[in-house]
């Protein structure tokens, strides 16, 4: 018990973070802030109160930033909603709190100037809420179903954000994501019903165990990478992603890449059984998988010239990233406290400079004066460095943690992957290079603006991305010393200097020939291929089967074609149900499949 | 009289009565016939509140009239009763709201509120019938008195479709009534027993002869629940008036067959016969079949009233396929969307019916925009289809997770790609009508039918559209609550299957 001494000043705080901890453990600042973006979002569809709701909406992420700054130690709470809800935080799960709501409050007040002329802005915002909501559940989330739920809700309430202009390729690129949504759907709902029956019970603290002993566990967590894969922009799940960011406006592409994908790979870390048993077949695919974005979205994203779909590949790359120190610890399991660390500190760069590098996008769009172009620029190449892993930026931090993590794999992957992570870094770096070059600010116009909304929260999500590591203990601290080595430098270095030398060659190209030289891929890369594949299996189907079945059926019921009317419909049902129709058919159809039934299963 | 008498009794007549008194009543007295009506309603509803809280108390209400020499006229209440009893009771109300605004253009209205009234009391009277044989007899006179309200419009077509619906309910009534004699002739009277009236009996009788009554009776149920391919009539019926679709396909006749089934399986046959008899495995596959093929149907439906009533046929078929799977969960998920699929879909056709009546939209192909123009309408079809998807935290993704965990734990995985492929089917020919009402533009101006007023629509419409959809997202929500769908649900599977232990208790 806490001695309540209101005289002094001590008395004061310890009675406060008395009285705090009491009101944690009841439900209602959890359910207030999951909630409030929820309520706003349905109030927003009151046109009386528009113009009170357009101010409040950028704020619904503050309280969530609160919860995750007080909020220390593991509090779970219990609400009666759908099947026993339970709401709280763990460490992991504050971490994340702690920047996707960072991540969100900056995107909403830079939201707030960058929409404010938008026809439909509060189309905007009640996605932008719905979403946010979904997204906070997700963290907040202590049960099996409300995670399941608020994943669902996050998923499809991006939908809206995504599809925002209504332009065509917007409204693709929604319809892309949203297919990949459905499939996975499709992967996670049996994965869940799954886990729950394995489990014995809604407890997500009791999950990973209890997969970890399951006798079907390979169909589990087959179904969960899958079904989460989505989400993170697993390769070969992540055509949505390089058509959904630069589609959606500015701030939501900031929070879909800084923090929504970062929502897979929760569901990666809170079902998957880490650190209970050594997986090492799937942590090879895992690796594979991981190793294989990494490269191959610097490889797509090199040929792409929107600036925002070119960050969109560097996010796949990134994730690919953090899915090799998923890898490891899927193969080392006794290692899984420091593979968390890593991937909780990679999560946080990540999401800090490449939502800096999205806001960007937009500063460098509305740049006007040449102070602006000058600010804009270098805060552009400030957040690019840290993505590179530039000496003393967080992401060096990350990488280091991560080159720690890695040593610890099965071999033969720690040699192989000390290679690779600078390759990577090279990669990386090429990228952010070929990314500067497309989106550095130029025209000088008058009618552009730069609203202080945007200043103020770039400028502030810049500040945190350099500093936000000093709030690590001195321990994690000390890797900051070791970004200052060779391996750390040498891919900056060779990789500005290609980058430099491609660009003058394509430059001069330019000047001699007065053609550019560029390869370009569309937007989703292997998408095209899976549409090209599906027009082709559909017209395989108009051609060789469809008249063939309908020939057998005309063969085998000659004397009723002639009343067949509708032909028009695939497959022909409506021709069957018509049959049907006519009781004897039905009756005697029905005792018929009875008996074979009956047959079949006795 | 005791009140455990009484309230059986009381609860039928309060239907009954009022609605043959419109008979009697000419078009023109509105006022007289909606007070006479509404009042009926809230007392009925009175009613059944007070029997649901006797039986959550473990009281027992039984009426009992000897007819002939072994057949009895019984009336008899518990769990199961009860939960398709509130439901019958509940959504009469709200429908006949609906109907009062549906109908002012629309001849005959003291016919049709009587045979409305009638159907409703069948459904009662279906779900306290306490044997066979008392539930034949509500079964037909459910037939008979929707076949008028089928037909209202008396246009060609509706008359074509009534005649569709005799020629399969009678025949349908007509096996059933064969396989309840053959199992009258073989055992003797037959009451509605928890746990099964023929438990322990097996041994005296031969089991090919306990499976054909089995097929006989579920073939019987088969029509009016609509199992594939004994569904023809569902989609063809459709041209009956928007509140007479919405109570056909939410509670009255397509619930009637659903819940026969539930009552053959658990209390006549029993789990535990059904299983030895190997007859519930052929269920869930006819179930499985008909949850595609209506879906696929469905798909290719421009027609919305339609879609929907594929739909229906779909979405039935999980009350079969949860009864069709053995253990208490799968139970709960089946017995539990009685409930919700009844919330969900009268939602669904509420909406379809302000639709036509408002701005006389009947195809999916007219719907762009709409939601521009109705949007309180267009949030609750949307609520509904979110549901119908099984999406959380809707009323439909409590069954359809409780059919899943239910499959698993009985380690019938092949159910789980149904449900899947239902899934991803529903999302198919549900999503694009969202899709279109509010993200398309509209086509043109909407031609509005009924003069504009306060709201987008006669409020009378409006009402029970908001106040079933906000049920389907409260029982989805606050399922784990009190009184909630999904509770009284496991206290039915936990006096149903005593035999069953639960394994899964989250």
């Known amino acids: ?602 | 009289m005791q009140l455990s008498k009484l309230l059986p009794l009381l609860i039928i007549s309060s239907s009954m009565l009022p609605s043959i008194l419109l008979f009697f009543l000419r078009d023109t007295r509105a006022r007289l016939r909606i007070g006479l009506y509404l009042g009926a309603e809230v007392v009925k509803l009175i009613l059944v509140i007070i029997m649901l809280l006797g039986i959550y108390a473990g009281e027992s209400y039984e009426l009992r009239v000897a007819i002939a020499p072994g057949i009895d006229f019984l009336l008899r209440a518990n769990a199961l009763a009860m939960l398709f009893l509130g439901l019958s009771a509940g959504l009469w109300l709200v429908t006949t709201i609906y109907a009062i605004g549906y109908m002012r253009n629309l001849p005959h209205h003291s016919r049709f509120y009587g045979f409305f009234g009638l159907s409703v009391t069948s459904t009662a009277g279906l779900a306290l019938a306490g044997n066979l044989f008392t539930f034949y007899f509500f079964y037909e006179t459910l037939t008979l008195a929707t076949y008028p309200l089928v037909v209202h419009r008396q246009t060609r077509e509706a008359l074509a479709a009534g005649h569709t619906y005799l020629r399969y309910a009678v025949t349908g009534g007509a096996v059933l009534l064969l396989g309840i004699v053959w199992l009258q002739a073989l055992v003797g009277p037959v009451e509605f027993t928890e746990g099964g009236a023929l438990a322990g009996l097996q041994a005296e009788y031969s089991a090919t002869t306990l499976i054909a009554i089995f097929v006989l009776l579920i073939a019987g149920l088969g029509v009016k629940t609509a199992l594939f391919p004994l569904h023809g009539w569902l989609p063809v019926a459709m041209v009956a008036p928007a509140p007479v679709s919405a109570l056909v396909h939410a509670v009255a006749v397509v619930k009637a067959g659903a819940f026969g089934v539930v009552r053959v399986v658990y209390e006549i046959f029993g789990t535990a016969l059904a299983q030895e008899l190997r007859v519930l495995l052929p269920l869930s596959i006819v179930a499985a079949t008909t949850i595609i093929y209506g879906s696929l149907r469905a798909l290719v439906q421009d027609d919305l009233k339609r879609r929907l009533a594929y739909s229906t046929v779909s979405q039935l078929s999980y009350i079969t396929l949860g009864v069709a799977i053995v253990g208490s969960v799968a139970t709960i998920g089946g017995i539990v969307h009685l409930v919700h699929q009844g919330i969900m879909k009268i939602t669904l056709f509420f909406c379809a019916g302000i639709l036509a009546d408002t701005l006389g939209i009947t195809h999916v192909s007219q719907m762009n925009g709409v939601a521009r123009r109705m949007p309180a309408t267009m949030v609750a079809f949307s609520i509904a289809v979110a549901g119908m998807i099984g999406l959380p935290p809707f009323a439909g993704f409590i069954s359809k997770w409780y059919l899943g965990l239910g499959a698993v734990e009985a380690g019938q995985f092949w159910v789980l790609v149904v449900l899947v492929a239902s899934t991803l089917l529903n999302m198919a020919y549900f999503l694009p009508i969202v899709y279109a009402a509010w993200f398309r533009a509209p086509d043109g101006p909407f031609i509005d039918k009924i003069a504009p007023g306060r709201f987008e629509t006669g409020w009378l419409l409006l009402l029970p559209t908001l106040t079933t959809a906000l049920l389907t997202l409260i029982f989805g929500l606050f399922a784990s609550m009190g009184f909630s769908p999904l509770q009284w649900s496991e206290l039915i599977a936990a006096r149903e299957l005593v035999s069953l232990p639960r394994v899964f208790t989250p």
């Open chain 1, 1 to 602: 018990m806490v001695r309540i001494d209101c005289c002094t000043r001590t008395g004061v705080a310890a009675a406060s973070i008395y009285t705090l901890n009491i009101v944690l453990t009841t439900p209602v600042p959890w359910l207030l802030v999951v909630n409030l973006p929820l309520l706003l979002a349905l109030l927003i569809t009151q046109p009386r109160l528009w113009p009170v709701m357009r101010r409040l909406a950028a704020w619904a992420a503050a309280p969530a930033l609160l919860l995750a700054a007080v909020a220390t130690g593991e509090v779970v709470v219990e609400t009666p909603l759908l099947l026993g809800m339970r709401l709280g935080l763990t460490g992991v799960t504050r971490v994340f709190l702690l920047f996707t709501a960072t991540l969100w409050l900056l995107a909403g007040i830079y939201a707030q100037a960058y929409m404010a002329r938008d026809p439909a802005l509060n189309h905007f915002w009640g996605f932008y809420l719905l979403t946010l909501g979904g997204n906070l559940g997700v963290l907040l989330a202590r049960d099996l179903v409300s995670f399941y739920l608020f994943f669902t809700v996050m998923g499809f309430a991006a939908y809206g954000l995504v599809a925002h202009n209504r332009s065509p390729t917007a409204l693709q690129a929604a319809r892309i994501y949203l297919i990949l949504v459905i499939m996975g759907e499709a992967f996670l709902l049996p994965a869940m019903l799954l886990t729950a029956i394995t489990t014995a019970s809604y407890n997500l603290e009791l999950v990973p165990l209890a997969i970890a002993q399951a006798s079907n566990r390979n169909l589990i967590i087959g179904l969960l990478l899958a079904g989460f894969g989505v989400k993170a922009g697993a390769l070969l799940l992540h055509m949505w992603l390089p058509l959904a960011h630069p589609a959606a406006p500015t701030p939501a592409s900031a929070v879909l890449s800084g923090t929504m994908i970062k929502a897979g790979l929760l569901g990666w870390l809170l079902f998957l059984p880490l650190g209970a048993v050594a997986l090492p077949e799937w942590g090879t695919v895992c690796m594979l998988v991981g190793l294989g974005a990494t490269f191959y979205g610097v490889a797509i994203g090199l040929t792409q010239p929107n600036p925002k779909t070119i960050l969109a590949y560097s996010s796949i790359s990134q994730m690919g990233l953090m899915t090799v120190a998923l890898a490891v610890t899927l193969m080392a399991p006794a290692e899984r406290s420091l593979v968390l660390m890593t991937i909780m500190i990679y999560a946080t760069h990540h999401a800090l400079a490449k939502g800096a590098l999205f806001l960007s996008v937009g500063m460098a769009a509305g740049a006007s004066r040449v102070w602006h172009v000058w600010l804009v620029g270098v805060g552009t190449t400030l957040a690019a460095l840290s993505m590179t892993g530039a000496p003393l930026s967080s992401g060096a931090i990350a990488k280091a943690f991560l080159k720690d993590a890695t040593h610890v794999a099965l071999p033969p992957w720690p040699g192989w992957l000390a290679l690779l992570l600078q390759l990577s870094a090279l990669a990386t770096t090429l990228l952010m290079g070929r990314f500067l070059l497309a989106v550095w600010p130029q025209a000088q116009d008058a009618e552009k603006r730069l609203p202080l909304g945007m200043w103020l929260s770039w400028l502030t999500l810049l500040a945190l991305m350099l500093g936000w590591f000093y709030v690590l203990p001195p321990g994690l601290l000390d890797a900051i010393n070791r970004t200052l080595t060779f391996s750390a430098l040498w891919p900056l270095v060779v990789g500005t200097l290609i980058v430099a030398a491609v660009h003058y060659g394509q430059r001069r190209w330019q000047q001699r020939t007065g053609n550019t030289l560029r390869l370009v891929i569309p937007e989703g890369d292997i998408l095209v291929l899976v549409i090209a594949f599906l027009h082709a299996l559909r017209r395989g189907w108009q051609l060789v089967v469809e008249p063939r079945w309908k020939a057998g059926w005309h063969h085998m019921t000659r004397r009723w074609s002639a009343y067949r009317q509708n032909i028009s419909d695939w497959p022909d049902l409506a021709w069957l149900e018509h049959r049907l129709r006519s009781w004897p058919v039905a009756g005697t159809l029905f005792v018929v499949l009875v008996l074979v039934i009956l047959a079949l299963t006795h």
